[in-house]
């Protein structure tokens, strides 16, 4: 099966623009969470879905939303960039077993954003 | 929020040698996972240890795990170059509604050659 893609790769932004970052999870994994890494605050949970709807979100602002479609590719968007949104974004899925017991997540290659 | 600490920070090593990393973790999980990420890239799932279970091996990995003093630690016997990378312990603690992966800090590990 092919791993986790996401869309694209690098991207660079200038503050107050918004983005949109894409997720392909491996075929039949309907569970799709997103992390960003940053060196100061290491690896954060962003947010989880499951079958088109939010499970699970993090602390961070309401600037940051995602979305998943039928396919169960997702997307998170940012708006109104801030320098400190530059970091890797990571996407990942996994299977969801029945009774909700979580297994291994599988993470795409990432996304580096760098806002200038 | 990171769960865990990991120790030590950095670590260099001879090829050859072996090298063990420790996660320390705050509160009460369902499974403790190791990953590895290289150079900025995405990360990689190496293995797996559920709460009812101690230690694990998988090749040359080796994992154990102390419920009692929420920690573990990883051992990556005859290390080689293309070990080079950091190594995150990530919990999962589903049953208790946390339903992400909490990351720790990781450790960089550098296998010289």
């Known amino acids: 099966k092919a791993g986790v893609t996401q869309t694209p790769r690098y991207l660079i932004k200038t503050r107050g623009q918004q983005v949109t970052l894409s997720c392909s999870p491996i075929?039949?994994?309907?569970?799709v969470s997103w992390y960003q890494q940053t060196p100061g605050q290491g690896l954060q949970f962003l947010f989880e879905?499951?079958?088109?709807?939010?499970?699970n979100k993090g602390n961070f602002p309401g600037r940051f939303s995602g979305r998943q479609f039928s396919n169960s590719r997702s997307e998170m968007n940012v708006s109104t960039l801030e320098l400190g949104d530059s970091a890797l974004y990571l996407c990942a899925s996994r299977n969801w077993i029945a009774g909700g017991q979580q297994e291994t997540q599988y993470f795409g290659p990432g996304t580096r954003l760098l806002v200038l | 929020s990171q769960q865990g600490e990991e120790d030590p920070q950095a670590l260099s090593i001879q090829e050859g040698e072996n090298a063990t990393m420790n996660c320390s973790y705050k509160t009460s999980i369902n499974n403790l996972q190791w990953y590895r990420q290289n150079s900025g890239r995405g990360l990689v799932h190496l293995i797996l240890?559920?709460?009812?279970?101690r230690e694990k091996h998988s090749g040359r990995l080796r994992v154990t795990l102390d419920t009692s003093k929420k920690s573990s630690s990883l051992l990556i016997t005859a290390s080689r170059a293309a070990d080079t990378a950091s190594y995150f312990c990530?919990?999962?603690?589903?049953?208790?509604?946390?339903?992400?992966?909490?990351f720790g800090s990781g450790t960089r590990l550098q296998v010289q050659p």
């Open positions: 240890i559920r709460s009812n279970e």
């Open positions: 879905y499951f079958s088109e709807t939010q499970r």
């Open positions: 075929s039949g994994h309907r569970s």
């Open positions: 990530a919990t999962d603690a589903w049953d208790t509604g946390r339903r992400a992966l909490t």
